[in-house]
């Protein structure tokens, strides 16, 4: 079934650890995001791929970084995690940037204790 | 700044309809984004509006008026499964999409 797969579902993850969070999409999609979920607050975009050996920074990217080594991949990187970054991070695709709406993973749920 | 302003919480009857509005204020604007998310799931897209006027997909419609920065989601003939956060995102010159906060919508029978 086409679609993003991220993994893990969820972590529980001691501060000052790194953790690499996997996204990969099957869908030939040029554009991928990284966004994290916090309560009462909208999707807050990290980083970004508009195509596979291209990234940008979004929003909130301080402590996270991205690699887009091929067109389906597209980890997320916490080089020293802080319990700040409790939250749930979300991976998304879509056809372009301009039009195409996003298409998003099933979302990990990270604990920074 | 940029901003997007949607109620955080509404609640409707099974049966019924309801309107979830959503306003925008973004630097230049290219298209507007309705997103559903149940709990704990991921968001799932809804419609999408460039253009003034009403876009309708079955139960759902969604509305823009670019003038007015203002958009709504018509939700009707509300089924329980439709108990769930409805998000709206704009996006701007950029191209980024600017996120609203998710209005929670409850529905009872």
């Known amino acids: 079934i086409a679609g993003i797969t991220q993994a893990p579902t969820s972590q529980i993850l001691a501060a000052g650890r790194r953790m690499t969070l996997r996204c990969t999409q099957d869908m030939r999609h040029n554009a991928m995001y990284w966004y994290r979920q916090d309560l009462g607050l909208g999707l807050r975009l990290i980083h970004y791929s508009n195509t596979a050996g291209t990234t940008g920074k979004g929003e909130v990217p301080d402590g996270y970084s991205v690699s887009r080594a091929n067109t389906d991949d597209f980890p997320l990187t916490l080089a020293s995690a802080v319990p700040s970054q409790t939250s749930v991070y979300f991976c998304a695709s879509s056809v372009d940037r301009e039009n195409s709406p996003l298409h998003f993973g099933n979302g990990t749920r990270l604990t920074v204790t | 700044g940029q901003n997007i302003d949607q109620p955080t919480e509404m609640t409707a009857t099974e049966g019924a309809i309801v309107q979830i509005n959503c306003t925008y204020q973004t630097s230049g604007f290219n298209g507007l984004f309705w997103y559903q998310q149940h709990a704990g799931e991921a968001p799932t897209f809804l419609s999408y509006?460039?253009l003034d006027g009403l876009e309708e997909k079955g139960r759902f419609s969604s509305f823009l008026s670019r003038s007015k920065g203002y958009s709504y989601l018509l939700l009707k003939e509300l089924q329980m499964k439709d108990s769930a956060s409805y998000l709206c995102?704009?996006?701007?010159?950029?191209?980024?999409?600017?996120w609203g906060a998710g209005t929670k919508l409850i529905i009872k029978p």
């Open positions: 509006n460039v």
């Open positions: 995102a704009a996006r701007d010159s950029n191209y980024q999409l600017i």
